[in-house]
Structure formats: structure tokens, C-alpha cells
């Protein structure tokens, strides 16, 4: 199995991207996810229950046979590129629209190592990692559904946009029940 490294990149640790690394969590299996740069002691505590934690950045651990999924990358991800690499290394952050190509300007242009997108559309942290396994697994992106926008019903009344691309699995959109009550509570 590869290893799925989350390089934390948000100053703090907020419930969002909590609920994200848990969903990644149950994705790939907490034997198979690393949070790299944490440096908060409380934070190290809660990602230990999901992960591998390390305070060093992905930077500092000089993996061999690793990439970095990042949008802005000329060559995409395919199964037959895949079998190249033990870990796929994320920017763990939490998506700004339009996009301010974080993974680029704080990982890829830093890590002399390969670089991978999955598409151009932005995709959150816990489908990202859902796509790229399964590309890793044989499935090529082309032959993944996928839909854009995904609107939540907040109420009777209310709903939200969410601007990013989600795998769709069995015709709904890959995102967590819990994300879905965040979003009605908040």
C-alpha cells in the first residue's frame, strides 16, 4: 500500500480540515497516513488517533520515490506513473476560491521531486487523496465521475455552493456526513 503524506499548511488547526484528516483517515487507513509539519502539541495528540504525525515538514524528511499532487503540475497522474512512487505527498490546505496556488508556492517549487496533477479543477484535501488511490489502485482519472459546484441543502430554505470538483461514488458527491452537519451548524 502507499503511503499518503498530508503536509499541513493552514496556520492553525481548525474543525474543517479536521473533519477532512478524518475522512482521509478512513479513506486510505491510519496505517497509511502521515500528517507532516504539525507543530502544535494538542494538534499532534488529535492526529495521532488518524495517523503518523511528524512536527518536520514533508521538506525535511527527504523521502526517496515520492510526488507531490499539485494543480498546477504539467503531468498527470496515471496508473502507470503511480507504480513509481511509495508516497503521494498533499498540501493540506483548505481551499481558497479562486485558487492562490499554495501547493506550489509553499511544497512543489521546494521538493526536488516530481510533480502531479489530477486535473485542473481544485478538489478538496480528503477527494484529492481519494482520487489519487484510486488511480494508484489501476483506475485512470478519465474513467472517474466526477461533478463541480455540489450544492448543500443547509435548511428548508438555505443552501451553499461548494466550488471544488468531488468524485462522485454511486452518483453522489465524496464528501463526509460530518462535513455536511458542520456545514448546517456553521
Not at 91 to 116: E, V
Request: with cysteine; proline share 5%.
Amino acid at each position: 500500500m502507499k503511503t499518503f503524506i498530508i503536509e499541513h499548511l493552514e496556520p492553525e488547526l481548525g474543525e474543517w480540515a479536521l473533519i477532512e484528516y478524518r475522512h482521509i483517515s478512513e479513506i486510505v487507513g491510519k496505517e497509511n497516513l502521515w500528517f507532516t509539519n504539525i507543530k502544535n502539541n494538542q494538534d499532534i495528540k488529535l492526529l495521532e488517533k488518524l495517523g503518523k504525525v511528524f512536527s518536520q515538514s514533508a521538506r525535511e524528511l527527504a523521502l526517496k520515490d515520492a510526488c507531490i499532487l499539485d494543480p498546477e503540475a504539467s503531468q498527470t497522474l496515471t496508473p502507470e506513473n503511480s507504480e513509481n512512487f511509495s508516497y503521494f505527498i498533499f498540501g493540506g490546505i483548505l481551499g481558497d476560491y479562486p485558487p492562490k496556488k499554495r501547493t506550489n508556492n509553499s511544497l512543489t517549487r521546494f521538493l526536488p521531486i516530481h510533480s502531479f496533477n489530477i486535473g485542473k479543477s481544485q478538489m478538496s484535501t480528503d477527494n484529492a487523496v481519494y482520487v489519487v488511490k484510486k488511480i494508484a489502485e489501476g483506475t485512470p482519472l478519465d474513467k472517474m465521475p466526477f461533478k463541480e459546484n455540489v450544492e448543500i441543502r443547509l435548511n428548508s430554505i438555505e443552501s451553499t455552493i461548494l466550488p471544488y470538483k468531488y468524485a462522485l461514488i454511486k452518483n453522489k458527491p465524496l464528501i463526509s456526513k460530518e462535513l455536511i452537519k458542520y456545514l448546517k451548524e456553521h
